[in-house]
């Protein structure tokens, strides 16, 4: 099983740039989030999606963008990159509550923004 | 707003030694809380999960347990090998149907020989 898969793993922007990172996962997972990890620090929620169509804010949306039209996918858009949103970004999927809630981790994109 | 918080932030101990590593949570209306460990420049990986109704579980050389009323939960690590050196991280999933996952910063553990 592939699980979760993220592209780029690495990418280098200048700032003001805009791009996707992709996420997508083969388990039918209702749920998916993205959450971004800055050094020394916990992961903190950016959006998250209950489903298809249906996607709202976590801690730090500031400067994001997502959309869900499949089950599947989970892009998030970084409009107009800045220095501060260099950091390693975590896509993440589960059941939906009342199933276990269990995380399901992609391995990583690692952004700097020059 | 859920606030985890884990201490200590890092942890050197000698192999062999048994350790525990604390996560605590300030809102006890949790679905259930889940413990990672992080390698440096990867991804996180599961190690255990702990449903609202549990009081712990087991793998291997590892236990988690939670005490929901007192926000608190443990992993025990015995007999720590050179290879458990890594950051442990603790999320909490509120009991709501959003399922928003709540992270601790992790506690960093090295394990000398």
């Known amino acids: 099983n592939a699980g979760v898969t993220q592209t780029p793993k690495f990418q280098v922007l200048k700032t003001g740039q805009s791009m996707t990172l992709q996420c997508a996962q083969d388990m039918n997972h209702e749920y998916m989030s993205w959450y971004r990890q800055d050094p020394g620090m916990g992961l903190r929620l950016i959006h998250y999606s209950v489903g298809a169509g249906i996607t709202d804010q976590g801690e730090v949306p500031n400067g994001y963008n997502v959309s869900r039209s499949t089950t599947e996918d989970f892009p998030l858009r970084l409009l107009s990159a800045a220095p501060s949103q260099t950091s390693v970004y975590f896509c993440?999927?589960?059941?939906?509550?009342?199933?276990?809630?269990?995380?399901?981790f992609g391995e990583g994109s690692r952004l700097t923004v020059l | 707003k859920q606030e985890v918080t884990q201490i200590p932030a890092a942890l050197s101990v000698p192999e062999g030694e048994n350790l525990v590593l604390n996560c605590s949570f300030t809102?006890?209306?949790?679905?259930?809380l889940q413990w990672f460990r992080q390698d440096p420049g990867k991804g996180l990986t599961s190690l255990l999960l702990?449903?609202?109704?549990?009081r712990e579980q087991t793998s291997g050389r590892l236990n988690a347990s939670l005490d929901k009323s007192s926000g608190r939960s443990t992993l025990y690590i015995a007999a720590s090998q050179p290879g458990d050196s890594a950051t442990y991280l603790c999320?909490?999933?509120?009991?709501?149907?959003?399922?928003?996952?709540?992270f601790g910063d992790g506690t960093t553990l090295t394990v000398k020989p």
């Open positions: 809102d006890s209306a949790i679905y259930n």
């Open positions: 999320a909490v999933v509120g009991n709501t149907n959003a399922g928003k996952s709540t």
């Open positions: 993440a999927s589960s059941y939906r509550l009342p199933n276990t809630g269990e995380l399901f």
């Open positions: 702990i449903q609202s109704s549990q």
